[in-house]
């Protein structure tokens, strides 16, 4: 079974360009999930989606950030302008629902904004 | 205080040591506790669930101790297998889990 896909999984940009990331969760799976990982910081949440809706977006870092899920098999995670201390892990997740116990993350995007 | 603590290591064991590492949470209301795995470069898979009761699976044994909130995972007879950084993670009776920043293992020949 094809587990959670991401693209890409390398992304180099510069500093003020727009970057987009790809996620396509599980099929059948409910919940999908926006981490970043960082060594300082570990994983955070940033968002994350109930059936395609938005339920809490508290961890995305400010306004430069945002994230959509059009559909089931579908989610981005857009940031404009990109800025350095951006560059990290970002994986996107993905649960059947329910208490979202367990999760499957997928390779998840090595970002780096120079 | 973090949601979620643990101590990042290095722990350095050889082969067939038994290793032991802890985790705090701060929010008595948590209901649901777990560890995952993340080896190096991949990304982080579930290893097991903590009950209130302990579990075991094969060589790893977790732990909850509620009235002191934190968790243990034990692993005996460590192979070089096992090296990898270690997840604490912990639902505090919310929709979203919460990670702790790992601890890394390095069991060396």
């Known amino acids: 079974d094809a587990g959670v896909i991401q693209s890409p999984r390398h992304e180099v940009t510069e500093m003020g360009q727009e970057v987009t990331l790809r996620c396509k969760p599980i099929?059948?799976?409910?919940?999908l999930f926006w981490y970043r990982q960082t060594m300082m910081r570990g994983l955070e949440l940033l968002i994350y989606?109930?059936?395609?809706?938005?339920?809490?977006d508290s961890g995305m870092p400010e306004d430069r950030f945002s994230a959509k899920m059009p559909n089931a098999s579908f989610s981005t995670l857009k940031i404009q302008p990109s800025e350095p201390r951006d560059s990290a892990v970002y994986f996107c997740?993905?649960?059947?629902?329910?208490?979202?116990?367990?999760?499957?993350f997928g390779s998840g995007t090595q970002l780096s904004v120079l | 205080r973090k949601e979620v603590e643990q101590d990042p290591g290095p722990f350095n064991v050889p082969e067939g040591a038994t290793v032991a590492f802890n985790c705090t949470y701060s929010?008595?209301?948590?209901?649901?506790f777990f560890w995952y795995r993340q080896d190096c470069r991949k990304e982080p898979k579930l290893l097991m669930s903590v009950y209130s009761s302990g579990n075991e699976d094969g060589r790893f044994t977790a732990q909850l101790n509620r009235a002191s909130q934190y968790i243990s995972l034990l692993i005996r007879d460590s192979k070089l297998s096992d090296s990898a950084t270690y997840l604490c993670v912990v639902n505090p009776n919310t929709d979203k889990l919460i990670f702790g920043t790992g601890t890394r293992l390095q069991v060396f020949p």
């Open positions: 997740a993905s649960s059947l629902g329910g208490n979202n116990e367990k999760l499957f």
């Open positions: 929010n008595s209301a948590s209901q649901s």
């Open positions: 989606f109930n059936n395609n809706v938005p339920i809490d």
């Open positions: 099929s059948g799976h409910n919940s």
